[in-house]
């Protein structure tokens, strides 16, 4: 398949903007201080080059004049090519132009790797992991029923012993479900966390069967679950505005932490089935209360508007449910924010 990169050099004029953001009709507004060109280095993401350019890094697929699929499959970008600013037509436009050659001692290795999305660094943990599950999931994934020693916890060099593995894989992870997620408009409960405590190898077959575990976030004990890993996947969707309006509320703040901040990563109630995918930006706002005065013998009651606070970045859906990165924001984000489409 011919990349992106080349059709760009070959027909970029042919490209039309069918992106999910091409109905927006305010211009792009440049940044401050908008370098006229970039160099790719090891590091950098769609979204950070864009945060150069653009005071809106979501509108990504904009100034690239990117169309619908491109979005979903965007162009790779790799360390080495220029980026570069073009202000001869009406809207800005970036391009890429010649490649430079970096310092081979320092850039060697990250040459052939295209640059992600988003950072994979923050995110990697939560892509291999199923963080959501139904009601019983985990209820029927093999359980742990004896430990090594027959301690009450063991974590990573020990053994576990569990029942109910039919399934071939070379790595296990290991669970124990959490809390219930839960809508906080309708009340309804879109699924369930499962705690992510450390991966797990088989090591003999049988009834139970024996694993070593090889990596502990937490302890591990009876009871506990193991499910196949999944292998992770990279997340190279350009980040980009939903085509239509949606509209849900932040969940909650991984790690049960009250409140997040840049880079936390939280759940949503919206996932597949209300248009949600990976790459959509959405904005983050605090609701606004309802405050009232008694002024002249009379009570008035007002609804403060909501208040914009930030933008995050959708890596990671579900039907009901999605997780998302923190990207910008200007103060701290909570259960129950408000999400919308930019």
Same mark, same amino acid.
């Given at each position: 398949?011919?990349?992106?990169?080349?059709?760009?050099?070959?027909?970029?004029?042919?490209?039309?903007?069918?992106?999910?953001?091409?109905?927006?009709?305010?211009?792009?507004?440049?940044? @401050?201080?908008?370098?006229?060109?970039? #160099?790719?280095? $090891? /590091?950098?993401? *769609?979204?950070?080059?864009?945060? %150069?350019?653009?005071?809106?890094?979501?509108?990504?697929?904009?100034?690239?004049?990117?169309?619908?699929?491109?979005?979903?499959?965007?162009?790779?970008?790799?360390?080495?090519?220029?980026?570069?600013?073009?202000?001869?037509?009406?809207?800005?436009?970036?391009?890429?132009?010649?490649?430079?050659?970096?310092?081979?001692?320092?850039?060697?290795?990250?040459n052939k790797i295209a640059i992600p999305s988003i950072s994979q660094q923050v995110i990697e943990p939560f892509l291999s992991q199923p963080l959501v599950v139904e009601a019983n999931t985990l209820d029927l994934a093999p359980r742990i029923v004896a430990t090594q020693e027959d301690r009450?916890?063991?974590?990573?060099?020990?053994?576990?012993?569990?029942?109910?593995?039919? @399934?071939?894989?070379?790595?296990?992870? #290991?669970?124990? $479900? /959490?809390?219930? *997620?839960?809508?906080?408009?309708? %009340?309804?409960?879109?699924?369930?966390?499962?705690?992510?405590?450390?991966?797990?190898?088989?090591?003999?077959?049988?009834?139970?069967?024996?694993?070593?575990?090889?990596?502990?976030?937490?302890?591990?004990?009876?009871?506990?679950?193991?499910?196949?890993?999944?292998?992770?996947?990279?997340?190279?969707?350009?980040?980009?505005?939903?085509g239509k309006a949606i509209s849900g509320r932040i969940m909650s703040v991984y790690g049960g932490i009250g409140e997040g901040g840049r880079y936390s990563i939280v759940a949503l109630s919206r996932g597949l089935k209300e248009g949600l995918e990976v790459g959509h930006v959405l904005a983050?706002?605090?609701?606004?209360?309802?405050?009232?005065?008694?002024?002249?013998?009379?009570?008035?009651?007002?609804?403060?508007?909501?208040?914009?606070?930030?933008?995050?970045?959708?890596?990671?859906?579900?039907?009901?449910?999605?997780?998302?990165?923190?990207?910008?924001?200007?103060?701290?984000?909570?259960?129950?924010?408000?999400?919308?489409?930019?």
């Amino acid at each position: 398949m011919v990349s992106i990169i080349s059709a760009l050099f070959l027909s970029f004029s042919s490209l039309i903007s069918l992106s999910a953001i091409a109905q927006q009709t305010a211009p792009l507004a440049l940044a @401050e201080n908008t370098p006229d060109r970039h #160099i790719v280095v $090891p /590091g950098d993401t *769609l979204w950070g080059i864009s945060a %150069k350019f653009l005071k809106e890094p979501y509108r990504w697929p904009d100034i690239w004049r990117l169309n619908q699929e491109q979005v979903k499959n965007p162009h790779l970008i790799y360390p080495g090519q220029v980026v570069i600013l073009d202000k001869s037509g009406k809207e800005p436009q970036l391009k890429i132009a010649r490649e430079v050659r970096l310092e081979p001692r320092i850039y060697v290795a990250d040459n052939k790797i295209a640059i992600p999305s988003i950072s994979q660094q923050v995110i990697e943990p939560f892509l291999s992991q199923p963080l959501v599950v139904e009601a019983n999931t985990l209820d029927l994934a093999p359980r742990i029923v004896a430990t090594q020693e027959d301690r009450v916890y063991v974590g990573a060099g020990n053994l576990a012993y569990a029942t109910g593995v039919k @399934e071939k894989a070379k790595l296990w992870q #290991i669970y124990r $479900p /959490g809390k219930a *997620l839960i809508d906080p408009d309708s %009340k309804e409960t879109l699924g369930f966390e499962a705690v992510f405590l450390g991966n797990a190898r088989i090591t003999r077959e049988g009834e139970p069967s024996t694993f070593e575990i090889i990596s502990s976030r937490q302890e591990v004990g009876r009871g506990d679950r193991l499910l196949p890993a999944a292998p992770p996947t990279i997340v190279n969707y350009a980040p980009h505005a939903p085509g239509k309006a949606i509209s849900g509320r932040i969940m909650s703040v991984y790690g049960g932490i009250g409140e997040g901040g840049r880079y936390s990563i939280v759940a949503l109630s919206r996932g597949l089935k209300e248009g949600l995918e990976v790459g959509h930006v959405l904005a983050i706002y605090r609701s606004g209360q309802e405050v009232s005065n008694r002024f002249e013998d009379k009570q008035e009651v007002y609804k403060l508007p909501d208040e914009r606070s930030g933008l995050l970045f959708v890596f990671r859906v579900f039907d009901r449910v999605s997780y998302a990165l923190v990207m910008d924001v200007t103060r701290p984000v909570a259960p129950g924010d408000l999400v919308r489409s930019p």
